[in-house]
């Protein structure tokens, strides 16, 4: 078994790996990881330690070969230019937990809908409704991201055929 990289023990990229390793000893080594990535084992290195930022091809590899989802969803939110300002970052919590949030940020569908068909039943938002649409919006983005964590939870814990 490989060592423990300290410095990058805190890095979700190494984390990833060896949380992979549990399941694929060969994870276990930066060296061997690298190959089966097909990234240098310097890079790589340099990735786990925060020196360098990874391709988005590269975070698909480690996404697929580890079995991490998150990472996907963790580079776009943080690392990512454009996604910084369009993706939020999502917390994986157990399912029993992640289902309760789904459905706690749900349970308020209906007067969301009522809400927006009666802004735009007119084609306009005027001033007198723009906070209103911009609590339906906040409400909508608590779904999305309740949804998207529980979609990456179903990815890295159900093998779907």
């Known amino acids: 078994m490989g060592k423990k990289a300290t410095k990058a023990a805190d890095n979700m990229y190494c984390i990833a790996r060896y949380e992979a390793a549990e399941q694929n000893e060969a994870f276990s080594s930066r060296e061997k990881a690298s190959e089966i990535l097909n ?18 091809e590269e975070v698909l590899a480690m996404s697929k070969q580890y079995n991490a989802p998150e990472l996907c969803n963790s580079h776009c939110a943080e690392q990512c230019p454009i996604g910084q300002h369009t993706i939020s970052k999502v917390t994986i919590d157990d399912f029993d937990r992640l289902s309760l949030k789904v459905l706690g940020s749900i349970k308020d569908i209906d007067s969301i809908r009522v809400s927006l068909i009666a802004i735009s039943e007119d084609g306009t938002i005027d001033s007198s409704e723009i906070e209103e649409f911009k609590n339906i919006l906040e409400s909508l983005e608590k779904i999305s991201n309740n949804a998207n964590a529980l979609k990456i939870w179903a990815e890295k814990n159900i093998k779907f055929e």
């Open 39 to 56: 990234i240098d084992r310097t890079r790589l290195a340099n990735i786990e330690l925060g020196n360098i930022v990874p391709y988005p």
